[in-house]
């Protein structure tokens, strides 16, 4: 099993491009979250989603869209990148009976 | 807002000595888990201990939670080099538990052979 991936690994970005961070994931968790996390910083939940076709906002929503059409993803679109948007991207799932989160490598992010 | 602060900042000892990092969280909470970021990686989970309990063990690891002081220790014991890394606590941000974290600022961790 792979567990969480992510793409694109690496990914520099002109100021107003847009594009999509893909999450995947085989382990049919119902619970996705995405995360950003800053230099020096814990991470901070940006949109989450309990199931396909639920979506809702984190703690630091503004920027970014997901959707959530079938379980196993759960992309994360930047619709107007913005250098405050620089950052280390990730996407985790959720076991729901533990609570455990299982995160992928993470997508760097660098808007110019 | 980040309901967890993680003490120290950052923490160097030598390989074999225990390492204790500790966490305080602002609001009730139902569980409490610990993370550990490699350089460069995504998190891995360490432990969860549920409000209900006092201490939590996992082969080195011992974790300990204090509701009414609102604070966790998480302890590395007979520490090696590979266990240098970051380490975060975390606690539910929207109350379910299981749709989103919100994690401290980490405890940076190095192991001096």
């Known amino acids: 099993n792979a567990g969480v991936t992510q793409t694109p690994k690496f990914q520099v970005l002109k100021t107003g491009q847009s594009m999509t961070l893909q999450c995947a994931q085989d382990?049919?968790?119902?619970?996705m979250s995405w995360y950003r996390q800053d230099p020096g910083m814990g991470l901070r939940l940006i949109h989450y989603?309990?199931?396909?076709?639920?979506?809702d906002q984190g703690e630091v929503p503004n920027g970014y869209n997901v959707s959530r059409s079938t379980t196993e993803d759960f992309p994360l679109r930047l619709l107007s990148a913005a250098p405050s948007q620089t950052s280390v991207y990730f996407c985790?799932?959720?076991?729901?009976?533990?609570?455990?989160?299982?995160f992928g490598p993470g997508t760097r992010l660098t808007v110019t | 807002s980040q309901q967890g602060e993680e003490d120290p900042q950052a923490l160097s000892i030598q390989e074999g000595e225990n390492a204790t990092m500790n966490c305080s969280y602002k609001?009730?909470?139902?569980?409490l888990q610990w993370y550990r970021q490699n350089s460069g990686r995504g998190l891995v989970h360490l432990i969860l201990?549920?409000?209900?309990?006092r201490e939590k063990h996992s082969g080195r690891l011992r974790v300990t939670l204090d509701t009414s002081k609102k604070s966790s220790s998480l302890l590395i014991t007979a520490s090696r080099a590979a266990d240098t890394a970051s380490y975060f606590c975390a606690t539910e941000l929207l109350g379910g538990g299981a749709d989103g974290l919100t994690f401290g600022k980490g405890t940076h961790l190095i192991i001096q052979p």
């Open positions: 382990m049919n968790h119902e619970y």
């Open positions: 201990i549920r409000s209900n309990e």
């Open positions: 985790a799932t959720t076991a729901v009976s533990t609570y455990e989160q299982y």
């Open positions: 989603s309990v199931g396909a076709g639920i979506t």
């Open positions: 609001t009730s909470i139902n569980n």
